[in-house]
């Protein structure tokens, strides 16, 4: 069995009010990190140099330019030839960094695909046919994320505030990198295609704050959509309504959580965004077909 070193947030992020926290790293072949994963977002910039990317026990190129976020609960290192190197920057946040307001007040719901609609793409398609930037948007990229260290670095007055914004500036970026790269490669009609994305891009958003009370008002505000249009548009598409993604999201979160951790069921219930542990139980077994319990015991 391949042992994942679990890392979490408390270890790097001092102030859960402001969840950021980013540095420069240099790895090679003798020096890598061990096989990990963490309950934070971690957004990886390609400085320079040549490795490869494990994850999910497949390995994947990288090469300078290149950019990716690792979900909470994934796991990934990086192996590295003997004389090879490579530079890169770690950005960890945790969602909330960006706050759902903003999304609505600045009118950004539609421009955060990178963040919201690629890392939850099929692990292939999302190494595979990763980000890689060049050119402005390389030297854009990197000097917005070298900004971003100096004002952690300095934690002068506003700096917090800084940082968010220019988070906000860099996921937009990266989203409108992704999607000119990603333009044209649809075969299905613009009508679907346009159905598909916003399926996706509230799936990705519910991915984010699964453990937040979301309410349907709150995603027909943001994607300016009318309930009757989201339900019918979700059923369509996912094949399910949106409270029965929500459930399956959190449900998902929550097998993770009883295999990765020894916290009790009423502990993952309410991480996972349910406030009465007997709901949650109840809806466990009738979408696992065993108890929260049972389901530890016998994985």
Known sequence: MIMVNLLHSSQ???????????????HDHEHVPQLHGHDFVELVYVVRGVAQHVFAGSHYELRAGDVF??????????????????????CLFMPDLIQSSWLLDLGISQSMDYFYVHPFLDKRERFHRRLNLNGQDAVRTLFLLETLMQEFESRQ?????????????LLIMLSRAYGQAEGGNGKTTVRSQSKQLLVRRICGYLERYYDKKVTIPDLCELFNISPRQLNRIFKETAGMSVVNMIHQI?????????????????????????EDPAFFSRLFQRQVGCSPGKYRESS
């Open 12 to 26: 790097y992020i001092k102030e859960q009010s402001f969840p950021f926290w980013i540095r420069r790293y240099f």
């Open 69 to 90: 976020i690792i979900n909470p609960g994934e796991a990934h290192t990086y192996s590295i030839e003997p004389g090879q190197e490579i530079e890169i920057i770690n």
């Open 157 to 169: 007055s506003g700096c917090e505030t800084l940082i968010r914004l220019q988070m906000v500036e």
């Open 250 to 274: 959190r449900i998902e979160r929550a097998k993770h959580l009883l295999l990765e951790t020894d916290e009790k069921v009423i502990t993952i219930a309410g991480r996972v965004g349910y």
